[in-house]
């Protein structure tokens, strides 16, 4: 028997007075957004919930971490609903490795390359970082510059060595060749003259093959005419082509840039790469053949990236930025008419794991039955870790493509405003009386509207937070676009047991 992944499959029912009304595979995959201030219950209340019906429903997925506490969680809603044994936990000394450049050289369909495939991926991770810090990618310079340098990079290990790691990437970019100096008379292994000369050394094997299968009459044309000769080696062959703008980009540009301009560009890429060659990241990303793959999710895999952001600080929040990426793409791309299981992408302290494109994404993930949920305490949390010149308008965006808002208890103004406004107005009615005796008796009624805000925001201050002073029941407000409650609203609020 076929399993049920129709997108109107219920998944809660919300009982109330006026009926029943539903939440359904379909609202699930257009994404949402849990805020709660601490210990009101986010997490406990309507994620728990959320989480053990996805697991319920056979969902496959991705769950990033950025607290200790979030492994034994997961480990206990996969024990609730029978998934213990679709659980993967990748974490430092266990058995599991996923090696992201084995997975990127793949054949994807032959519409991207393998080098645009991980430069993409790199870029994504590396920029995600930078937009927290600084900001420092609204410049195209720096973007531009960034891409060339890995484009190349990653293009002489592969005619160098016929395959691309960590380790020689970082050490071609560390030993570039710089202004003023001269060519080194003591070529060391995986440097940058090394890899030139190897490369070299393939393209001369490339072009004495090519003149083996010429005519005579065209090896005579070529000794005549050195430009025919030249235009045959780069038309016939695209190695050639490739080392010639390497060369140009190293030898003619890259070295003659100022000190400053070179050593950012260079510490954004090396850094990064730096960070990957460090355990337990290398083990778990770069060094071992992958023993799991993203399109396990597919297969109702969940997989658990145990690098805790509160342990493992920035690497273990690169790394999971890596993966998710990487998970994000390969989601996308599969075929819903062959596979229409959904899948879930998970982050608690979402605000950690957020880059560039997310929005884009979310943007489609309906279409790819991704139901993404994102729990962070409150909006500063994304305009902090979206640093830019327009970070309210991104943040806003981002919002925008989450389908379903749920507002714990939050202490903080600025979300609850927003909370407050999201849920919206209604006209409330007001009437007033008045009565005169003055000889004679009179009376007079007055009714008037005015549009008053549904739910104020001192009110999401108020709400229930768990525990045994509450009774282990937790209260949040449920909005959602497009879709009204028997109530007629679009939210409506929730008590979740925490038990």
């Known amino acids: 028997m076929q399993p049920d992944h129709s997108l109107d499959k219920v998944l809660i029912e919300f009982q109330s007075k006026e009926g029943s009304s539903t939440w359904t595979v379909r609202d699930a995959v257009e994404g949402v957004q849990i805020f709660g201030g601490i210990g009101s219950g986010k997490t406990s209340g309507s994620g728990r919930m959320i989480a053990l019906k996805y697991l319920a429903n056979g969902f496959g997925g991705l769950v990033l971490t950025a607290k200790a506490d979030e492994k034994a969680a997961w480990q206990e809603y996969c024990r609730l609903t029978n998934r213990s044994n679709d659980l993967i936990i990748v974490e430092p000394g266990g058995r599991h490795a996923f090696n992201f450049l084995e997975y990127e050289s793949k054949d994807k369909g032959g519409q991207v390359s393998f080098t645009e495939n991980v430069v993409q991926v790199l870029k994504t991770v590396i920029q995600a970082g930078e937009q927290k810090n600084s900001g420092k990618s609204d410049d195209p310079f720096w973007e531009s510059a960034l891409d060339m340098l890995m484009f190349n990079v990653i293009d002489m290990c592969k005619l160098a060595y016929g395959s691309v790691s960590i380790e020689r990437m970082y050490n071609i970019v560390l030993t570039a060749p710089k202004k003023g100096e001269g060519k080194p008379t003591d070529i060391k292994p995986d440097t940058f003259p090394h890899a030139f000369a190897l490369a070299e050394q393939n393209i001369n094997n490339q072009i004495d093959a090519l003149q083996e299968r010429l005519s005579s009459e065209e090896r005579q044309k070529c000794e005549d005419d050195p430009d025919y000769s030249d235009r045959l080696i780069i038309n016939s062959l695209p190695d050639a082509k490739l080392l010639r703008f390497i060369d ?59 690098l805790p952001v509160k342990h493992y600080f920035k690497v273990g929040r690169d790394s999971q930025v890596l993966f998710k990426y990487i998970w994000q793409r390969a989601m996308e ?24 494109y997310d929005a884009e994404y979310q943007a489609t993930a309906r279409s790819s039955r991704i139901a993404t949920v994102y729990i962070s305490q409150n909006l500063p949390n994304y305009h902090a870790n979206m640093v830019s010149t327009h970070s309210d308008h991104r943040v806003k965006a981002f919002l925008g493509t989450l ?36 000889g004679t008796f009179s009376s007079t009624e007055t009714t008037s509207y005015s549009l008053e805000r549904m739910v104020r925001p001192e009110i999401l201050a108020s709400l229930k937070t768990g525990g045994p002073d509450n009774k282990y029941h937790v209260e949040a407000y449920m909005h959602r676009q497009g879709k009204q409650f028997i109530s007629g609203m679009n939210y409506k609020k929730i008590t979740f047991n925490q038990q």
């Open 248 to 306: 140009q980009f190293f030898n003619d540009h890259y070295q003659n840039l100022s000190e400053k301009t070179r050593s950012i560009i260079e510490f954004s890429f090396s850094g990064f790469l730096f960070r990957l060659l460090k355990d337990p990241v290398y083990s778990l990303f770069c060094r071992f053949p992958s023993t799991f793959t993203p399109d396990d999710s597919l297969t109702g895999k969940i997989i658990l990236i145990n």
């Open 333 to 356: 791309k599969r075929d819903i008419s062959s596979n229409g299981r959904p899948v879930f992408l998970w982050a608690d302290e979402a605000q950690h794991f957020l880059h560039e």
């Open 403 to 438: 389908g379903t808002k749920i507002f714990h208890a939050n202490a903080d103004i600025e979300t609850n405003n927003y909370a407050s406004q999201l849920i919206g107005e209604a006209y409330s009615e007001t009437t007033q009386r008045s009565k005169t005796i003055a």
